[in-house]
């Protein structure tokens, strides 16, 4: 057999899952030394068949023993994995409490802030409430202080055309007497300056 197939058979050997798989890779391996060396049983002496065979059996033991140490690695690489997988579930479960704590807060934050914001509206609806009966106060007592002004200027109205009648009529009166008054100032004038004309007339 030559170097190449030796060591794919080793190969093999280190990579088989069982007893049973390596069992036929033996087999296997028998049987192709058997198909390229026909003669190989006159060729081969007992002893040299031994000291073969004793060489695939310390083979197979160190492939038993490499298997065994990759068994036990990968055993303590799994039971690795394992660990970190548990600690990475630990982690994952406390980030898993925290965030439902938090979204526990927030919730009951949020809850707080809108029962808050439905006092801060109702306060504001009452406000605005007030303020439009305050709103109407205001425009009735406007409306009456229209309305009172109004029956004030009216009043003021009369007042004033009375006055203004009043005045006409006390016009007429200053005007009559001062027409009066006119006539007799005019009148004794007339008379002086006739009776002077007379008297330089009456001398002549």
Same mark, same amino acid.
């Given at each position: 057999? /030559? %170097? *190449?197939?030796?060591?794919?058979?080793?190969?093999?050997?280190? +990579?088989?899952?069982? !007893?049973?798989?390596?069992?036929? +890779?033996?087999?296997? %391996?028998?049987?192709?030394?058997? /198909?390229?060396?026909?003669?190989?049983?006159?060729? *081969?002496?007992?002893?040299?068949?031994?000291t073969? !065979?004793?060489?695939?059996?310390?083979?197979?033991?160190?492939?038993?023993?490499?298997?065994?140490?990759?068994e036990?690695?990968?055993?303590?690489?799994?039971?690795?994995v394992?660990? &970190?997988?548990? #600690?990475?579930?630990?982690?994952? #479960?406390?980030t898993?409490?925290?965030?439902?704590? !938090?979204?526990?807060?927030?919730? =009951? &934050?949020?809850?707080?802030? &809108?029962?808050?914001? *439905?006092? &801060?509206i !109702?306060?504001?609806? %009452?406000?605005?409430?007030?303020?439009?009966? @305050?709103?109407?106060?205001?425009? =009735?007592?406007?409306?009456?202080? @229209?309305?009172?002004?109004?029956?004030?200027?009216?009043? *003021?109205? /009369?007042?004033?055309?009375?006055?203004?009648?009043?005045?006409?009529?006390?016009? %007429?009166?200053?005007?009559?007497?001062?027409?009066?008054?006119? $006539?007799?100032?005019? /009148?004794?004038? +007339? =008379?002086?300056?006739?009776? +002077? $004309?007379?008297?330089?007339?009456?001398? =002549?």
């Amino acid at each position: 057999m /030559a %170097a *190449v197939d030796v060591l794919e058979l080793y190969d093999k050997l280190r +990579l088989a899952p069982d !007893e049973e798989a390596r069992a036929r +890779l033996i087999a296997q %391996a028998f049987s192709l030394l058997e /198909a390229r060396y026909p003669h190989l049983d006159d060729l *081969v002496t007992t002893r040299e068949l031994s000291t073969s !065979e004793l060489k695939l059996i310390k083979e197979i033991e160190l492939v038993r023993g490499e298997i065994k140490e990759t068994e036990l690695r990968l055993v303590k690489e799994i039971e690795a994995v394992r660990a &970190e997988t548990e #600690k990475v579930r630990g982690e994952i #479960k406390e980030t898993e409490l925290r965030l439902v704590k !938090e979204i526990e807060a927030v919730r =009951g &934050e949020i809850k707080e802030t &809108e029962l808050r914001l *439905v006092k &801060e509206i !109702e306060s504001v609806r %009452a406000e605005i409430e007030k303020v439009r009966g @305050e709103t109407e106060k205001v425009r =009735g007592e406007l409306k009456e202080t @229209e309305l009172r002004l109004v029956k004030e200027i009216e009043s *003021v109205r /009369a007042e004033t055309e009375k006055v203004r009648a009043e005045l006409k009529v006390d016009i %007429a009166r200053s005007h009559a007497g001062l027409l009066k008054w006119s $006539f007799l100032f005019w /009148a004794s004038q +007339l =008379g002086a300056l006739l009776l +002077l $004309f007379w008297r330089l007339t009456g001398k =002549g």
